[in-house]
């Protein structure tokens, strides 16, 4: 019985915000003359979302083609960022993560980033030995449940959990058909009676209760 675990990135497993906000900041003050300050604050407010949603907000007053031209900049240059300077990892990471691979668990990330960025994760903190595949929006141009549900089909999962820490989050596992565990570790709540952590070292634990539990 193969059995794994899908985790959202930003606020499941690190908190990048600031890292983000200074990325897009300096590439807006390269690639425009668009005077936008990309505050912190700003994009914690538009985590989970797909890329094509935080460019439709941030850059509203402009044309299609010019939002997907300065994403595509804001994007590369948060890619480069995150591979020099990482995020902050959410407390307990890297001693939960061994933990559910002792407990025989796979595990994947499945997140609304674009192409690099779950890379650039991996390759800063060194974490990349503790996940077996990965999936994201800017991989496939598809929702989220449709990730989870390829990551968890392509991997042969016979039960697998999503863990997040957003509704949208939760309404994405659900719509793939897998179990859901809230994360009260990062950017939102959730409007559903659901298992939670309210931090990464309950999350051994919590897994096995939910991949026990009938569905």
């Known amino acids: 019985m193969k059995k794994g675990i ?45 890329m094509t949603d935080i460019a439709d907000i941030f850059f509203e007053k402009y044309d299609l083609d ?6 595509e900049y804001c994007c590369e240059e948060e890619n480069e960022y995150i591979r020099r300077h990482g995020g902050q990892l959410l407390t307990g990471l890297q001693e939960t993560l061994q933990r559910l691979r002792d407990q025989g668990y796979h595990l994947y990330i499945v997140s609304n980033c674009q192409v690099g960025y779950i890379e650039a994760f ?16 800017g991989g ?8 989870i549900r390829l990551v968890t089909q392509r991997n042969q999962l016979d ?41 990464l070292l309950q999350l051994p634990e919590m ?4 991949i026990a539990a009938p569905q």
């Open 6 to 50: 899908l985790f959202d990135l930003d606020g499941t497993l690190w908190d990048s915000s600031e890292e983000v906000a200074i990325s897009w900041s300096e590439a807006l003050k390269k690639h425009s003359d668009l005077e936008l300050d990309i505050t912190t604050e700003m994009i914690q407010s538009v985590m989970g979302k797909s």
């Open 140 to 147: 496939t141009g598809r929702e989220k449940s449709y990730n």
């Open 159 to 199: 039960l697998a959990v999503y863990v997040g820490d957003t509704q949208g989050d939760y309404l994405a596992a659900t719509e793939a058909g897998l179990a859901f565990i809230h994360a009260r570790t990062g950017y939102g709540t959730v409007e559903a009676d659901v298992p939670y952590i309210e931090n």
């Open 66 to 71: 010019m939002r997907r031209e300065l994403l």
């Open 207 to 210: 897994a096995e209760d939910v």
């Open 122 to 137: 991996m390759e800063y903190h060194k974490l990349g030995m503790f996940f077996e595949d990965f999936e994201s929006f």
